[in-house]
């Protein structure tokens, strides 16, 4: 019964939709337009030769739908620009040239008028991860762990596009098998109290001392029973070849330790060195609320600004990194902010200073790399933390869904009228699935079946948390929730339906009370909500969801960097490096500043850990907070650019790629992703057997006929950042083999415009500021709609990019415009 009944509920869900006739079709002048291509394109785009994986012996002379009306477009772009017919091949005149351009852009404009008419449809798509869990702590208050939901493919543009998500039967139980998950926590705490404000503190040396003292005395013990002539069996070794590794390294097992016995405060703290790698402390939790975690401690002596960053991580990863500002006879606290996720009621709180996890066993050589060599006394002991305490929880003020279902107009955990009360299921099954269904109603067979299935469990001897827990696992499941459902047979969307849409788009999550009241037919109503919802915090949630995918975070995470050569780029650095792009980003729409920051900024947004990564000066903070800061004059800082998060991404862990980074420039911020390359195109590294500096690998690979029209553009923009290496650290110098050869960051582009530096590479490149502005408000639009940007949105672009462009392009005025635009609004 109970499977029947979700399928039934698949059914209901998802008929209804209505099919458009499909457009009628635009002819291209094909008389006019093939012999031009013939004399002029077919020769690099024809049958021996397809740059670009383009041809023109086999097009199409009649545009029937978007994709086809792009690939005319593509060509009429390349024409209006000069970039094709290459300069070395024959050339148009200019009566050829125009004729051929009016003809095609009359077909153009015909053709968008056609499909504007009949395109734009956005899709019933399914909550992504972001989204699915978002929207349980919208309803529980707590959330789920990203990697805990079931996958959602590979994108290739946004997680919130349909047509590019799949959903399959695996789905389903995976889906249903999470949902049990949230529904048996949620017993755990929503139908409880909340907890008292409370805080634990870790005395760290106690432990850490009581293992040093003990381990210590043992090894003494085994050494005077070596001098007394005792064997390894009575010693207590396992075999002889355990005592001998002990004994040769007893400088390092028994003489260290007790040197760090000797250390001032020893007694009142711990020193993060060879002895104590790390300190930590743990907490049981709710996971509906936060917790801040201080650590107490301080630096000793004045150590690379590096040593002075202390990172902290969780069983999972790391949690986030900080500065230490105080001294061990002056400590000082810095706080983080922390929340457990769904199965993680369980806080365990490790802190060690950031160095690379595998140099940890080494630290001197470390500490010589970083510091140089020298007769520090007891370098290895910098970072000095006198005790770890954990605080919380601290609630958010609105409850979550199912605390207000439950407990009406009462405090959370007193008196329910549905606790327990069998009688009262179908209420409450039907006030939870309204809500979950994002205040859509079920209908009253669906509420009876998913009761039948609870009476059907308890009459087999199941309890009644466990019979409740099985039917809200299934409508967690249903597609009313999995789903963002609108009905394709109206001209208007409905008050919720634009509500959910508008929410999903700032928030990622479902509208709050006020957004489901307002009236959205009344666009200043409207208008004045957007604005509200860019102002919550909730609005997060956009930054963050979007820029990670535009920004190719998984490209970012799939490289692997070679910490022993790079060893300040360190764990903490690499996660913080992400969150720089995030908060930069925050700053463009906190402050609603032109998108040109993108190419130059006069500020960067960090953190500690990445002040003393780039060299910058960083104020004293005791948080781990992000700040933004005002960049030198003559910095070479500032822009995505010149982040460390963009030029990892433009490298391939080993060495920078002038051609990846200068690729990433050309799609990122000119709106000109280049074409892939051909096929069987050799490696860059194959490109010549001796060593070379980047520019010679890339300009010999340029010599390839079949390399060359790509690369002349994107290869001298990537050469314009060779001053950052693989980690985005400034360099004068490249190593070529052994030999240091100086760093050459100029050149021409192929419009003429040179450069000498990336300062003035910038430059160059903020003339481009209207294809720079297209990018991100397109890309911004296609994870707005859930579906790519088509053809035939063309003159909703323009018209947005018309209102933005008097006042640059301001960031935060783009989203508003987004959210206003009919193509949003629209069915």
Same mark, same amino acid.
């Given at each position: ?16 939709a209505?099919?458009?006739?499909p457009?009628?079709?635009? +002819?291209?002048?094909?008389a006019?337009?093939q ?11 024809g ?11 086999q097009?199409?002379?009649?545009i !029937?739908?978007?994709?086809?009306? %792009?690939?005319?477009q593509?060509?009429?772009d ?18 050829e040239?125009?004729?051929? $351009? ?13 499909l ?20 349980? *702590? ?9 990697d ?12 919130? @596009? ?33 907890r008292?404000l409370?805080?634990?503190r870790?005395?760290?040396e106690?432990q850490?001392?009581?293992?040093? +003292? ?18 390894? #069996?009575e ?16 400088d390092?097992?028994a ?5 760090y ?5 020893v &007694? ?61 006879e002056?400590p ?11 199965n993680?009621?369980? $806080?365990?709180?490790?802190? *060690? ?10 630290l001197?050589?470390y500490?010589?790399?970083?510091q ?6 007891? /370098?290895?002991? !910098? ?17 979550p869904?199912?605390?207000?279902? @439950?407990? /009406?107009?009462?405090?959370t ?17 039907e ?34 948390r466990d ?9 967690l ?8 459902q609108?009905?394709?047979?109206r001209?208007?969307?409905t008050?919720?339906?634009?509500a ?15 957004l489901y ?11 004045q #909500? ?23 975070f998984?490209?970012?995470?799939a490289i692997?960097i ?16 992400? +969150? ?9 729409? &906190? ?17 500690a ?12 903070? *005791? !948080? ?9 004059d ?8 010149? %982040? ?12 920078s790629?002038?051609?990846? *980074?200068?690729?990433?420039i050309?799609?990122?911020? $000119?709106?000109?992703?280049?074409a ?8 860059l ?31 001298v ?19 070529v083999?052994?030999?240091p050869? /100086?760093?050459?960051?100029?050149g021409?582009? /192929?419009?003429?415009?040179?450069f000498?530096?990336?300062q ?8 481009h ?9 397109e ?5 707005a ?10 003159d909703?672009?323009?018209t947005?990019?018309?209102?933005l462009?008097p006042?640059?392009?301001?960031? +935060? ?15």
């Amino acid at each position: 019964m109970k499977q029947l009944l979700i399928i039934l509920t698949f059914i209901l869900a998802c008929g209804g939709a209505v099919a458009d006739e499909p457009p009628q079709s635009t +002819r291209v002048p094909q008389a006019k337009l093939q012999p031009f291509l013939q004399k002029y394109c077919a020769t690099c785009h024809g049958p021996d030769e397809q740059n670009g994986q383009v041809r023109f012996d086999q097009i199409a002379w009649e545009i !029937t739908g978007n994709s086809e009306a %792009q690939r005319w477009q593509d060509v009429l772009d390349q024409l209006n620009s000069g970039d094709m017919p290459p300069e070395d091949s024959p050339q148009p005149s200019n009566d050829e040239l125009a004729g051929v $351009l009016d003809a095609l852009t009359g077909s153009l404009v015909d053709a968008r008028r056609r499909l504007t008419d009949h395109g734009g449809e956005i899709k019933m798509r399914r909550l992504n991860r972001r989204e699915y869990s978002a929207t349980i *702590r919208d309803l529980f208050g707590f959330h789920v762990a990203l990697d805990d939901i079931p996958d959602d493919g590979e994108a290739g543009s946004f997680d919130t @596009v349909g047509a590019e998500q799949y959903f399959s039967s695996a789905h389903f139980e995976k889906y249903l098998e999470l949902g049990k998950k949230v529904a048996f926590e949620s017993f755990r705490f929503n139908y409880s109290p909340r907890r008292e404000l409370t805080t634990e503190r870790s005395e760290v040396e106690t432990q850490v001392n009581e293992y040093v +003292r003990n381990n210590l005395a043992d090894l003494d013990q085994k050494m005077a029973m070596k001098k007394a002539g005792a064997t390894w #069996q009575e010693m207590g070794f396992e075999d002889e070849g355990d005592m001998e590794i002990i004994f040769t390294q007893w400088d390092s097992r028994a003489e260290m330790p007790r040197r760090y016995l000797q250390y001032p405060l020893v &007694d009142e703290g711990v020193y993060i060195c060879d002895i104590a790698k790390w300190v930590a402390a743990a907490r049981h939790l709710d996971i509906r609320g936060e917790y801040i975690v201080r650590i107490h401690g301080g630096v000793r002596g004045q150590p690379d600004p590096l040593r002075q960053i202390i990172r902290v991580w969780d069983n999972h990863s790391t949690r986030g990194t900080a500065r230490l500002t105080g001294t061990p006879e002056n400590p000082e606290s810095v706080e983080m902010r922390f929340r457990q996720p769904l199965n993680q009621s369980w $806080l365990p709180v490790n802190v *060690r200073e950031n160095v690379p996890e595998n140099t940890i066993n080494t630290l001197r050589g470390y500490i010589d790399k970083v510091q140089g060599r020298g007769d520090h006394i007891d /370098p290895r002991a !910098t970072v000095w933390v006198d005790w770890v305490e954990i605080e919380g929880p601290f609630y958010p003020e609105q409850r979550p869904k199912i605390e207000e279902i @439950v407990f /009406p107009n009462r405090p959370t955990g007193r008196g329910s009228p549905y606790i327990w009360d069998d009688a009262k299921i179908p209420e409450l099954i039907e006030k939870f699935a309204f809500e979950a269904f994002r205040r859509n109603q079920p209908e009253p067979d669906y509420v009876a079946g998913l009761h039948a299935i609870f009476q059907q469990h308890r009459a087999e001897g199941m309890s009644h948390r466990d019979a409740m827990t099985e039917v809200i696992g299934i409508v967690l499941a249903s597609p009313a929730f999995l789903f963002l459902q609108e009905k394709s047979d109206r001209n208007a969307l409905t008050n919720r339906e634009l509500a959910i849409r508008l929410s999903y788009f700032l928030w990622s999550c479902p509208p709050d009370e006020e957004l489901y009241a307002a009236d959205l037919s009344d666009t200043a109503v409207y208008a004045q #909500q957007v604005d509200r919802m860019l102002d919550d915090p909730k609005a997060q949630a956009f930054r963050d969801g979007f820029v990670s995918q535009w920004a190719e975070f998984d490209r970012y995470d799939a490289i692997t960097i070679d910490r022993q050569e790079h060893f300040r780029f360190n764990e903490g650095v690499q996660q913080d490096a992400k +969150r720089e792009v995030l908060e930069f980003f925050g700053t463009l729409i &906190d402050e609603n500043l032109p998108a040109a920051n993108l190419i130059d900024s006069d500020f960067v947004t960090i953190n500690a850990a990445l002040a003393a990564h780039y060299g910058l000066d960083f104020p004293d903070t *005791r !948080t781990d907070e992000f700040l933004k800061i005002r960049l030198p004059d003559d910095s070479p800082r500032g822009g995505l650019m010149t %982040q460390t998060a963009f030029l990892v991404t433009g490298s391939n862990g080993e060495r920078s790629s002038p051609v990846i *980074r200068g690729a990433l420039i050309m799609e990122k911020l $000119l709106h000109e992703k280049p074409a892939p390359p051909p096929p069987n195109v050799p490696e860059l590294s194959e490109a010549s057997a001796e060593p070379k500096t980047n520019r010679e690998m890339v300009e010999l690979h340029q010599q390839r006929a079949v390399c060359a029209s790509c690369h002349k553009k994107m290869d001298v923009i990537g050469f314009g950042l060779e001053n950052f290496d693989t980690t985005g650290q400034w360099r004068d110098i490249e190593k070529v083999g052994r030999k240091p050869v /100086p760093i050459e960051p100029g050149g021409t582009l /192929p419009d003429g415009l040179a450069f000498d530096s990336v300062q003035e590479l910038k430059k160059v490149l903020l003339a481009h500021e209207d294809a720079l502005a297209r990018e991100v408000l397109e890309s911004m639009l296609a994870y707005a709609l859930g579906r790519t940007v088509e053809f035939s949105d063309a003159d909703d672009v323009d018209t947005m990019l018309a209102k933005l462009k008097p006042d640059d392009y301001r960031v +935060r005025s783009m989203i508003r415009e987004i959210a206003l635009s009919p193509l949003f609004r629209k069915p």
